[in-house]
Protein backbone atom coordinates (compact mmCIF):
# COMPACT_ATOMS: atom_id res chain seq x y z
CA UNK A 1 0.00 0.00 0.00
CA UNK A 2 1.84 3.38 -1.60
CA UNK A 3 -0.24 5.69 0.71
CA UNK A 4 1.55 4.15 3.94
CA UNK A 5 5.10 4.57 5.71
CA UNK A 6 7.01 2.44 8.43
CA UNK A 7 6.18 2.62 11.69
CA UNK A 8 8.96 4.62 12.31
CA UNK A 9 9.34 6.94 9.60
CA UNK A 10 5.67 7.24 10.54
CA UNK A 11 7.09 8.38 14.40
CA UNK A 12 9.32 10.38 13.21
CA UNK A 13 7.40 12.84 11.07
CA UNK A 14 4.55 12.98 13.60
CA UNK A 15 6.73 14.10 15.74
CA UNK A 16 8.51 16.94 13.79
CA UNK A 17 5.39 18.10 12.50
CA UNK A 18 3.69 17.73 16.23
CA UNK A 19 6.82 20.14 17.31
CA UNK A 20 6.68 22.78 14.33
CA UNK A 21 2.97 23.12 14.99
CA UNK A 22 2.65 26.53 16.17
CA UNK A 23 -1.17 27.37 15.17
CA UNK A 24 -3.57 24.36 15.94
CA UNK A 25 -7.08 23.79 14.66
CA UNK A 26 -8.86 20.83 16.75
CA UNK A 27 -12.28 19.63 15.93
CA UNK A 28 -14.65 18.16 18.59
CA UNK A 29 -17.76 16.26 17.12
CA UNK A 30 -21.22 15.69 18.85
CA UNK A 31 -20.22 11.73 18.55
CA UNK A 32 -17.53 13.44 21.52
CA UNK A 33 -19.21 16.04 23.36
CA UNK A 34 -22.69 14.67 23.24
CA UNK A 35 -25.18 11.00 24.14
CA UNK A 36 -28.40 10.85 24.95
CA UNK A 37 -28.77 12.81 27.47
CA UNK A 38 -26.99 16.03 26.12
CA UNK A 39 -23.62 17.42 26.42
CA UNK A 40 -20.86 15.04 28.15
CA UNK A 41 -19.55 17.63 31.01
CA UNK A 42 -16.69 14.99 31.55
CA UNK A 43 -15.48 15.44 28.22
CA UNK A 44 -16.07 19.42 27.84
CA UNK A 45 -14.01 20.08 30.90
CA UNK A 46 -11.00 17.43 29.42
CA UNK A 47 -11.29 19.76 26.22
CA UNK A 48 -10.92 22.80 27.89
CA UNK A 49 -7.87 21.11 30.17
CA UNK A 50 -6.33 20.15 27.12
CA UNK A 51 -6.60 23.14 25.12
CA UNK A 52 -5.53 25.30 27.75
CA UNK A 53 -2.31 22.76 27.64
CA UNK A 54 -1.67 23.49 24.17
CA UNK A 55 -2.07 27.05 24.73
CA UNK A 56 0.10 27.29 27.44
CA UNK A 57 3.01 26.10 25.29
CA UNK A 58 2.87 28.83 23.12
CA UNK A 59 0.71 28.17 20.21
CA UNK A 60 -2.17 29.21 18.85
CA UNK A 61 -5.34 27.34 19.11
CA UNK A 62 -8.92 27.17 17.93
CA UNK A 63 -12.15 25.02 18.93
CA UNK A 64 -14.26 24.04 16.40
CA UNK A 65 -17.29 22.62 18.13
CA UNK A 66 -20.57 20.62 17.50
CA UNK A 67 -23.12 20.38 19.60
CA UNK A 68 -25.61 22.72 20.30
CA UNK A 69 -28.11 20.65 18.61
CA UNK A 70 -28.41 18.04 21.01
CA UNK A 71 -27.91 20.64 23.79
CA UNK A 72 -30.97 21.57 22.70
CA UNK A 73 -32.64 18.86 22.67
CA UNK A 74 -32.05 17.84 25.88
CA UNK A 75 -33.27 21.49 27.03
CA UNK A 76 -36.23 21.00 25.56
CA UNK A 77 -36.85 17.51 27.62
CA UNK A 78 -37.85 14.22 27.18
CA UNK A 79 -42.05 15.22 26.91
CA UNK A 80 -41.72 16.72 23.65
CA UNK A 81 -41.11 14.49 20.39
CA UNK A 82 -40.28 16.83 17.59
CA UNK A 83 -39.76 15.59 14.04
CA UNK A 84 -36.51 15.97 12.29
CA UNK A 85 -36.38 18.81 9.74
CA UNK A 86 -34.33 22.08 9.29
CA UNK A 87 -36.45 24.15 10.93
CA UNK A 88 -36.03 21.88 13.93
CA UNK A 89 -32.83 21.69 13.80
CA UNK A 90 -32.63 25.50 13.34
CA UNK A 91 -34.62 25.99 16.25
CA UNK A 92 -32.83 23.55 18.56
CA UNK A 93 -29.40 25.19 17.53
CA UNK A 94 -31.01 28.42 18.80
CA UNK A 95 -32.05 26.54 21.92
CA UNK A 96 -28.58 24.81 22.39
CA UNK A 97 -25.75 27.06 21.41
CA UNK A 98 -25.83 29.22 24.78
CA UNK A 99 -25.82 26.17 26.43
CA UNK A 100 -22.99 25.10 24.49
CA UNK A 101 -21.23 28.13 25.07
CA UNK A 102 -22.34 28.13 28.41
CA UNK A 103 -20.69 24.34 29.21
CA UNK A 104 -17.01 25.82 27.70
CA UNK A 105 -17.29 29.44 29.29
CA UNK A 106 -17.61 27.40 32.99
CA UNK A 107 -14.95 24.59 31.53
CA UNK A 108 -12.19 26.57 30.44
CA UNK A 109 -12.91 29.67 33.51
CA UNK A 110 -11.52 26.70 36.00
CA UNK A 111 -8.16 26.92 33.59
CA UNK A 112 -8.07 30.86 34.02
CA UNK A 113 -8.28 30.43 30.12
CA UNK A 114 -10.52 33.43 28.20
CA UNK A 115 -12.93 31.80 24.68
CA UNK A 116 -14.54 33.92 22.22
CA UNK A 117 -17.62 32.61 19.93
CA UNK A 118 -17.49 32.81 16.69
CA UNK A 119 -20.31 31.51 14.29
CA UNK A 120 -20.53 31.06 10.61
CA UNK A 121 -22.18 30.39 7.77
CA UNK A 122 -20.42 29.43 4.07
CA UNK A 123 -21.93 33.01 2.66
CA UNK A 124 -19.11 34.23 5.48
CA UNK A 125 -16.17 32.09 3.60
CA UNK A 126 -17.41 32.39 -0.02
CA UNK A 127 -17.12 36.06 0.13
CA UNK A 128 -13.72 37.44 -0.25
CA UNK A 129 -14.07 40.13 1.57
CA UNK A 130 -15.95 38.58 4.51
CA UNK A 131 -13.26 35.73 4.62
CA UNK A 132 -10.58 38.22 5.30
CA UNK A 133 -12.93 39.82 7.73
CA UNK A 134 -13.21 36.42 9.67
CA UNK A 135 -9.28 35.80 9.52
CA UNK A 136 -8.93 39.25 11.02
CA UNK A 137 -11.11 38.64 13.80
CA UNK A 138 -9.32 35.27 14.52
CA UNK A 139 -5.89 37.05 14.52
CA UNK A 140 -6.87 39.55 16.67
CA UNK A 141 -8.35 37.13 19.04
CA UNK A 142 -5.06 35.61 19.27
CA UNK A 143 -3.32 38.72 19.80
CA UNK A 144 -5.51 39.08 22.92
CA UNK A 145 -4.46 34.99 24.44
CA UNK A 146 -8.16 34.45 23.91
CA UNK A 147 -8.94 30.90 22.32
CA UNK A 148 -11.89 31.41 19.79
CA UNK A 149 -14.58 28.56 20.00
CA UNK A 150 -16.40 28.31 16.03
CA UNK A 151 -19.44 26.44 15.22
CA UNK A 152 -21.64 26.70 12.03
CA UNK A 153 -24.90 28.97 12.31
CA UNK A 154 -26.80 26.59 12.12
CA UNK A 155 -29.97 29.02 13.20
CA UNK A 156 -29.93 31.13 10.04
CA UNK A 157 -28.17 28.42 7.83
CA UNK A 158 -30.01 27.38 4.84
CA UNK A 159 -28.55 24.56 2.24
CA UNK A 160 -27.01 26.59 0.13
CA UNK A 161 -25.07 28.32 3.31
CA UNK A 162 -24.33 25.19 4.78
CA UNK A 163 -20.61 23.47 5.37
CA UNK A 164 -22.57 20.31 5.27
CA UNK A 165 -20.53 19.25 8.82
CA UNK A 166 -18.10 20.92 10.43
CA UNK A 167 -15.55 18.60 9.47
CA UNK A 168 -15.27 20.60 5.90
CA UNK A 169 -15.53 24.23 8.60
CA UNK A 170 -12.79 22.81 10.82
CA UNK A 171 -10.68 22.36 7.24
CA UNK A 172 -11.56 25.66 5.71
CA UNK A 173 -10.52 27.66 8.93
CA UNK A 174 -7.09 26.02 9.48
CA UNK A 175 -6.61 26.67 5.74
CA UNK A 176 -7.76 30.13 6.37
CA UNK A 177 -5.38 30.94 9.17
CA UNK A 178 -2.78 28.89 7.87
CA UNK A 179 -2.98 26.49 10.67
CA UNK A 180 -0.13 23.69 10.38
CA UNK A 181 -2.28 21.02 12.27
CA UNK A 182 -5.89 19.53 11.97
CA UNK A 183 -7.00 17.40 14.91
CA UNK A 184 -10.23 16.03 14.21
CA UNK A 185 -11.69 14.19 17.42
CA UNK A 186 -13.56 12.14 17.33
CA UNK A 187 -15.69 8.95 18.76
CA UNK A 188 -13.58 6.05 16.56
CA UNK A 189 -9.43 5.00 16.80
CA UNK A 190 -8.88 5.93 13.55
CA UNK A 191 -8.42 5.03 10.22
CA UNK A 192 -8.33 0.62 9.59
CA UNK A 193 -7.58 -1.02 6.00
CA UNK A 194 -10.84 -3.08 6.59
CA UNK A 195 -13.70 -2.76 9.18
CA UNK A 196 -12.70 -4.11 12.52
CA UNK A 197 -15.95 -5.37 13.65
CA UNK A 198 -16.36 -7.52 10.37
CA UNK A 199 -12.57 -8.38 9.89
CA UNK A 200 -10.34 -10.15 12.08
CA UNK A 201 -7.17 -8.87 9.46
CA UNK A 202 -8.06 -5.52 9.87
CA UNK A 203 -5.02 -3.24 10.69
CA UNK A 204 -5.09 0.43 11.86
CA UNK A 205 -3.24 3.02 9.68
CA UNK A 206 -0.99 4.57 11.57
CA UNK A 207 0.19 7.30 9.14
CA UNK A 208 -0.79 8.32 5.97
CA UNK A 209 1.61 9.91 2.99
CA UNK A 210 -0.42 10.60 0.80
CA UNK A 211 -4.46 10.58 0.80
CA UNK A 212 -5.95 8.48 -2.85
CA UNK A 213 -8.70 6.61 -4.09
CA UNK A 214 -7.35 3.52 -1.69
CA UNK A 215 -7.75 5.76 1.20
CA UNK A 216 -10.90 7.34 0.53
CA UNK A 217 -12.33 3.69 -0.17
CA UNK A 218 -10.92 2.67 3.14
CA UNK A 219 -13.17 5.77 4.57
CA UNK A 220 -16.01 3.41 4.68
CA UNK A 221 -14.64 0.92 7.45
CA UNK A 222 -14.98 3.13 10.89
CA UNK A 223 -18.42 4.09 11.31
CA UNK A 224 -19.20 6.97 13.95
CA UNK A 225 -22.68 6.91 16.02
CA UNK A 226 -23.38 10.05 16.06
CA UNK A 227 -22.77 13.68 14.24
CA UNK A 228 -23.32 14.54 10.53
CA UNK A 229 -19.74 13.54 9.08
CA UNK A 230 -18.59 10.64 9.28
CA UNK A 231 -15.15 8.91 7.92
CA UNK A 232 -15.50 9.80 4.62
CA UNK A 233 -15.88 13.75 5.34
CA UNK A 234 -13.17 13.33 8.12
CA UNK A 235 -10.98 12.27 5.27
CA UNK A 236 -11.86 14.57 2.57
CA UNK A 237 -11.04 17.44 5.07
CA UNK A 238 -7.60 16.15 5.60
CA UNK A 239 -6.97 16.20 2.09
CA UNK A 240 -8.23 20.17 1.94
CA UNK A 241 -5.72 20.78 4.31
CA UNK A 242 -3.03 18.57 2.98
CA UNK A 243 -3.65 21.04 -0.22
CA UNK A 244 -2.66 23.80 1.96
CA UNK A 245 0.88 22.03 3.12
CA UNK A 246 -1.27 21.34 6.58
CA UNK A 247 -0.96 17.72 8.62
CA UNK A 248 -4.08 16.28 10.12
CA UNK A 249 -4.69 13.96 12.80
CA UNK A 250 -7.65 12.02 13.50
CA UNK A 251 -8.44 9.94 16.35
CA UNK A 252 -9.83 9.11 19.59
CA UNK A 253 -11.50 12.23 21.32
CA UNK A 254 -12.91 10.62 24.36
CA UNK A 255 -9.43 9.33 25.29
CA UNK A 256 -8.44 11.68 28.60
CA UNK A 257 -5.19 14.11 27.66
CA UNK A 258 -5.21 12.74 24.18
CA UNK A 259 -3.80 16.18 22.77
CA UNK A 260 -1.05 15.57 25.26
CA UNK A 261 -0.60 12.21 24.42
CA UNK A 262 -0.03 13.19 20.30
CA UNK A 263 2.18 15.59 21.27
CA UNK A 264 4.25 13.46 23.40
CA UNK A 265 4.82 11.31 20.35
CA UNK A 266 2.63 8.45 21.76
CA UNK A 267 1.37 6.24 18.17
CA UNK A 268 -2.45 6.67 18.79
CA UNK A 269 -5.08 7.37 16.09
CA UNK A 270 -4.25 8.16 12.24
CA UNK A 271 -1.62 10.68 10.67
CA UNK A 272 -1.89 12.57 7.76
CA UNK A 273 1.22 14.31 6.05
CA UNK A 274 0.71 17.54 4.37
CA UNK A 275 1.15 17.51 0.30
CA UNK A 276 4.60 18.18 -1.22
CA UNK A 277 2.67 19.97 -3.62
CA UNK A 278 1.36 23.26 -1.35
CA UNK A 279 -1.71 25.01 -3.01
CA UNK A 280 -1.82 28.96 -3.21
CA UNK A 281 -4.31 30.42 -0.73
CA UNK A 282 -6.55 31.72 -3.70
CA UNK A 283 -6.81 28.74 -5.49
CA UNK A 284 -7.72 26.77 -2.37
CA UNK A 285 -10.08 29.25 -1.81
CA UNK A 286 -11.44 28.79 -5.74
CA UNK A 287 -11.43 24.51 -5.06
CA UNK A 288 -12.15 23.99 -1.64
CA UNK A 289 -14.37 27.57 -0.22
CA UNK A 290 -16.49 28.35 -3.00
CA UNK A 291 -19.38 25.99 -3.81
CA UNK A 292 -19.72 25.13 -7.64
CA UNK A 293 -23.06 26.47 -8.95
CA UNK A 294 -22.58 24.16 -12.47
CA UNK A 295 -20.24 21.63 -14.34
CA UNK A 296 -18.49 21.54 -17.83
CA UNK A 297 -17.89 18.16 -18.82
CA UNK A 298 -14.41 17.92 -21.40
CA UNK A 299 -13.47 15.32 -23.93
CA UNK A 300 -10.36 13.28 -23.02
CA UNK A 301 -8.15 15.43 -24.94
CA UNK A 302 -8.82 18.62 -22.62
CA UNK A 303 -8.80 16.89 -19.38
CA UNK A 304 -5.11 15.06 -20.48
CA UNK A 305 -4.15 18.94 -21.15
CA UNK A 306 -5.42 20.47 -17.86
CA UNK A 307 -4.06 17.43 -15.89
CA UNK A 308 -1.19 16.62 -17.40
CA UNK A 309 0.09 20.11 -19.07
CA UNK A 310 -1.52 22.27 -16.58
CA UNK A 311 -3.09 24.39 -19.58
CA UNK A 312 -6.01 26.56 -19.29
CA UNK A 313 -9.63 25.35 -20.85
CA UNK A 314 -10.80 26.52 -24.37
CA UNK A 315 -14.02 26.21 -25.57
CA UNK A 316 -13.21 23.28 -27.87
CA UNK A 317 -12.20 20.91 -25.18
CA UNK A 318 -15.95 21.84 -23.72
CA UNK A 319 -18.73 18.66 -24.61
CA UNK A 320 -21.95 19.75 -22.46
CA UNK A 321 -22.89 22.40 -20.14
CA UNK A 322 -24.40 21.46 -16.85
CA UNK A 323 -26.47 24.22 -14.78
CA UNK A 324 -26.84 27.53 -14.54
CA UNK A 325 -24.58 30.33 -13.92
CA UNK A 326 -23.04 33.60 -14.59
CA UNK A 327 -19.99 35.38 -15.57
CA UNK A 328 -17.48 34.83 -12.39
CA UNK A 329 -18.81 32.24 -11.65
CA UNK A 330 -17.31 29.00 -9.53
CA UNK A 331 -17.61 25.86 -11.93
CA UNK A 332 -16.29 22.02 -11.33
CA UNK A 333 -14.41 20.37 -14.12
CA UNK A 334 -15.35 16.92 -14.68
CA UNK A 335 -14.55 14.23 -17.47
CA UNK A 336 -16.99 12.34 -19.34
CA UNK A 337 -17.26 9.57 -16.91
CA UNK A 338 -18.36 12.26 -14.29
CA UNK A 339 -15.14 12.41 -12.58
CA UNK A 340 -14.58 15.79 -10.85
CA UNK A 341 -10.83 17.34 -11.75
CA UNK A 342 -10.72 20.32 -11.33
CA UNK A 343 -12.68 23.67 -10.35
CA UNK A 344 -12.47 27.21 -11.80
CA UNK A 345 -13.83 30.53 -11.88
CA UNK A 346 -15.42 31.02 -15.62
CA UNK A 347 -15.17 33.75 -17.94
CA UNK A 348 -18.13 33.17 -19.91
CA UNK A 349 -21.76 32.75 -18.45
CA UNK A 350 -23.93 28.79 -19.02
CA UNK A 351 -25.49 30.24 -22.04
CA UNK A 352 -23.09 31.73 -23.51
CA UNK A 353 -20.40 28.73 -22.72
CA UNK A 354 -23.18 26.42 -25.12
CA UNK A 355 -22.97 28.77 -27.45
CA UNK A 356 -19.13 28.17 -27.96
CA UNK A 357 -18.41 24.98 -26.49
CA UNK A 358 -16.75 22.51 -29.56
CA UNK A 359 -15.69 25.38 -31.46
CA UNK A 360 -12.28 27.33 -31.54
CA UNK A 361 -11.37 30.40 -29.49
CA UNK A 362 -11.18 32.42 -32.92
CA UNK A 363 -14.63 31.51 -33.27
CA UNK A 364 -16.11 33.28 -30.22
CA UNK A 365 -16.75 36.47 -31.45
CA UNK A 366 -19.08 35.43 -34.30
CA UNK A 367 -20.93 33.15 -32.58
CA UNK A 368 -21.49 35.82 -29.25
CA UNK A 369 -21.13 39.26 -30.77
CA UNK A 370 -18.31 39.89 -28.64
CA UNK A 371 -14.96 38.13 -27.17
CA UNK A 372 -14.07 38.71 -23.97
CA UNK A 373 -11.59 36.24 -23.28
CA UNK A 374 -9.57 33.42 -25.23
CA UNK A 375 -10.11 30.98 -22.52
CA UNK A 376 -13.35 29.65 -20.71
CA UNK A 377 -11.32 29.49 -17.42
CA UNK A 378 -7.93 30.91 -17.57
CA UNK A 379 -5.00 28.40 -15.08
CA UNK A 380 -4.68 31.05 -13.03
CA UNK A 381 -8.41 30.45 -12.19
CA UNK A 382 -8.54 26.94 -12.21
CA UNK A 383 -7.88 24.42 -9.55
CA UNK A 384 -7.01 20.33 -10.48
CA UNK A 385 -8.70 18.72 -7.18
CA UNK A 386 -8.68 14.59 -8.01
CA UNK A 387 -5.05 15.03 -7.32
CA UNK A 388 -4.76 16.55 -4.43
CA UNK A 389 -4.83 20.08 -6.15
CA UNK A 390 -2.60 19.54 -8.72
CA UNK A 391 0.02 21.72 -9.77
CA UNK A 392 0.77 25.55 -10.78
CA UNK A 393 2.84 24.99 -13.59
CA UNK A 394 2.05 27.53 -16.12
CA UNK A 395 0.83 26.39 -19.83
CA UNK A 396 -1.47 27.90 -22.44
CA UNK A 397 -4.76 26.15 -23.54
CA UNK A 398 -6.75 22.99 -23.00
CA UNK A 399 -8.74 21.88 -25.83
CA UNK A 400 -8.59 20.69 -29.28
CA UNK A 401 -7.31 23.93 -30.93
Not at 279 to 294: A, D, E, F, N, T
Request: charged share 25%; net charge neutral; aromatic share 6%.
Amino acid sequence: MTFQINRDDGLYYRQTLFDQAKRVVVKAGSAVLTDRDGLKSDVIDNLARELTFLRNTGREVILVSSGAVAAGRQRLGPVHKPAHGLKVKQALAAMGQSLLMQAYEQAFGRQQQKVAQILLTHADLSSRDRYLNVRNTIHTLFEFGVIPIINENDTVSVEELRFGDNDTLGALIANMIGAEMFIILTDVGGLFTANPQEDPNARPVYTVARIDHEVEAMAGNSHSALGTGGMQSKIRAAKMVAASGGSSFIGPGNRRDILRDLFSGNLVGTFFLPSKDKLPSRKHWIGYVLKPQGSLVLDEGACRALVERGKSLLPSGILRVEGSFGVGSPVQCRDAAGRVIGAGLTNYGAADIEKIKGRKSSEIKELLGYNDSEEVIHRDNLVLLDAGGGTDTPGESGGKE
